[in-house]
DNA sequence: TTGTAAGCGTTATCAA
DNA sequence: TTGATAACGCTTACAA
């Protein structure tokens, strides 16, 4: 590969001034400048950006720390980051799967030098702390972040806030005794959702009930299993609402199977807005969690961070949620933001074949 | 930032003993190594990855080149890349969003000297021919190439042998009839298919007819569109191929507009295999592409491009698709490895929740 | 077993 | 407006 300093022997010059043209960095004569760039496209001349960010030490490049890559959820936290990049002009260096503290560990390093700043989520404790600590390290923001942090910027979903939507949207529905299968302990999303949903109980003067209460730990069947269990209750709930969209399957695997009617004879409720909850039977009503929106907020914020140094604390945001109205807790309207075209059409078709070859 | 020479001033030794313990390259003196050890430890120090990579001219990362992020297919595709690498021990710069060549072009460039090879895709011809140039800079694996290329090595879908199969399928449950909704003109996934179902008739004695064959360009609408002019047939076929599951999903809804029965007066087929094509009524018969595969392969051929130099001319493979029987062409029995459990349970419900914060 | 010093391909600081 | 040359942080001959 040609360097720098071909092309500035090529063109009779110094390699200072093949950098200044190649830069603009400083005024340079028009008859070198036009030699320097004949030079540049007889060589086919590119920049080594590895070896002009070792002297600028700037990469223009963001890491990306993920414990997975799997899903939509992922998909479209990696869409929103590689969106906000390509505004911001940054490249994005991505490494996932830390199933544990020590991969993760292992994946920061390998960017040490490679980036200006991070985007990291932690799934579990660990996780977190380890990212923590990489702040001394690199500018980072840490996404969902599994316990309160101070140290680095953070963005949170709003699930207290989803929870407390959904419990009032059953209320206001006029359902007064309202269930709930909770998460796994532990997890952040999980204790948030639940702490949403006995807040709103309370604020409208219900008093939440043990017996309706359900450990779950957001696995379909954990759902199916308290549906059986809610369906065997002498005095069942109105509603249930499930931490979940995969638990509130469950749940609607589990009534449908003991010929409970949904919503007629009970709603259900769930958290995420995963594809198929728009095409299960009856389509659920659910929390929307915009992932894109948050991969872009944390490029936005990264990126204003490394342009303009730290100043004051690392912030703190919370991403909104969206409640999705659909079938599944006895909706006589729809969402406006979710309305479904007529026939077989679903909201995301489009994009769906986008993403096939078939484009 | 501490550098390798605070170190081995910290250490009492040389720089290039600090390089020695850390990378293993020589021996070292136990009571040397310690001291070294206990430096790094003090001062937490990083190697400077970019740096490194100036000197040993290798970066163990992978540059990815795609059109775009959105949907379950890229998403797939990035998930296998990412396997790959975390296999063979390489990290990944992403670039994605190249609408023309140019874009492509300065994505590539901002690579040079931070990635040992590309695995590129092209959704059409201009940028297909900008990889191929690319790969005078590095190794390049292209995707799913526009048109055939020499230069570089390659991974093509089998759309032929895919077509060629549904067809054959279609023949073996007894369809004599069979007409095809084909996607653009000029797209390399479209005219193997179309060119795969020609062959697969001509090879069972059936002349394709014109008039049952319908121009389409992988939308909804047009899929749609096909279907109330094979409806308005005096004699229309007995079963439809569709060049895509998005066009399929229109097929389906306009023979439901019209109150034609699917399968039962009409078989339907696509190609594909998007999300929703398990969830539509009836559940499309279609041909599986896997993603993953598709990435992880890419990242296995180029790594091992990379680690034993060229060695003859440029590998071009095939990836084999496989037929998913579902329900639209009247099956009577499910397909091995698309089998659905009882319930609403989806086949990809699992990894969908596991994507979502809720894991 | 260790140290010295020459790169790697840029940019940046001085002088000229 | 240009050119020498010293960084940048590391690895790797070559010597000791």
Not at 44 to 72: K, M, V, Y
Not at 129 to 145: D, E, G, Y
Not at 235 to 246: H, I, S
Not at 250 to 256: P, Q, T
Request: charged fraction near 20%; aromatic fraction near 6%; hydrophobic fraction near 45%.
């Amino acid at each position: 590969m040609a360097t720098i300093r071909d092309v500035a022997e090529a063109a009779g010059v110094s390699v200072a001034t093949v950098s200044r043209v190649l830069n603009g960095t400083a005024p340079v004569a028009d008859s070198t400048r036009l030699r320097v760039e004949q030079a540049v496209a007889r060589f086919d001349f590119w920049p080594h950006a590895a070896a002009r960010s070792l002297t600028t030490s700037r990469t223009h490049t963001l890491g990306i720390l993920l414990p997975d890559l799997h899903g939509q959820f992922f998909s479209e936290i990696i869409r929103g980051i590689d969106q906000g990049a390509r505004e911001t002009g940054f490249q994005i260096l991505v490494s996932s799967s830390h199933a544990d503290a020590g991969a993760l560990m292992l994946g920061a390093r390998a960017m040490s030098g490679r980036v200006d700043g991070l985007v990291a989520m932690a799934p579990d404790r660990d996780t977190t702390t380890v990212i923590a600590r990489l702040s001394r390290k690199f500018p980072v923001v840490l996404l969902n972040p599994h316990h309160p942090i101070e140290v680095c910027a953070t963005i949170a979903v709003a699930n207290f806030d989803g929870a407390v939507a959904m419990v009032k949207h059953l209320l206001a529905r006029g359902h007064r005794s309202i269930g709930m299968v909770t998460g796994p302990l532990g997890n952040m999303d999980a204790e948030e959702r639940w702490r949403g949903y006995r807040h709103a109980l309370k604020e409208a003067g219900i008093a939440p009930q043990a017996r309706l209460q359900f450990q779950g730990d957001f696995t379909e069947s954990s759902g199916f299993r308290a549906g059986l269990a809610i369906a065997a209750l002498s005095r069942p709930p109105a509603a249930v609402f499930a931490a979940n969209d995969g638990m509130a399957v469950g749940l609607l695997s589990a009534f449908r199977q003991q010929g409970i009617e949904v919503p007629g004879r009970i709603a259900v409720a769930g958290f995420d807005d995963i594809p198929i909850a728009e095409f299960v039977v009856p389509r659920l009503t659910t929390v929307h969690v915009d992932a894109f929106a948050l991969g872009l907020r944390a490029v936005k914020m990264l990126t204003a961070f490394i342009r303009r140094s730290p100043a004051g604390p690392p912030p703190h945001q919370k991403l909104p949620v969206r409640l999705v109205v659909r079938q599944s807790c006895g909706a006589k309207r729809e969402s406006v933001s979710a309305k479904r075209p007529a026939a077989v059409r679903p909201r995301r078709a489009d994009a769906l074949s986008r993403g096939g070859f078939s484009s």
